[in-house]
């Protein structure tokens, strides 16, 4: 399977399958969703997420490790403290793709 979008439909194995679940699954809990946006922008540590997103700071650890197992953040230790980011910019363009929905339909528009 390519990167490009030719417009048909490509065929997935059911591991592939199973695994696009899994990364679609991972934009379903609010608080990941805020975590990568707030990778988007730049890499961070925990204790900056923890300040970006108001969340306690062993919710944001166990929310990276989430991410982290499903390939979505990497993490690179920077002296005593690991800096993280999205894993590519795969991810940054699923989480624009996202964004982009959402405000297609709360626009009230009803083109494709």
């Known amino acids: 399977m390519g990167h490009g979008t030719d417009g048909s439909t490509p065929t997935l194995s059911n591991d592939a399958v199973d695994a696009v679940a899994r990364t679609m699954h991972a934009l379903s809990t609010p608080s990941r969703v805020h975590l990568l946006l707030r990778l988007r922008d730049e890499p961070r540590t925990v204790g900056e997420l923890v300040s970006d997103v108001g ?45 982009f929905h959402v405000e297609h339909l709360t626009s009230g528009r009803t083109d494709p």
């Not at 991410?67 to 993280?84: K, S």
Request: glycine share 6%; aromatic share 2%; proline share 0%.
């Open 55 to 99: 969340m306690e700071q062993s919710a944001v650890s166990h929310q990276l490790r989430v991410l982290r197992h499903l390939g979505l953040v990497v993490g690179e230790r920077v002296g005593r403290q690991i800096r993280y980011r999205l894993h590519d910019d795969h991810v940054a363009q699923l989480l624009d793709e996202a964004v």
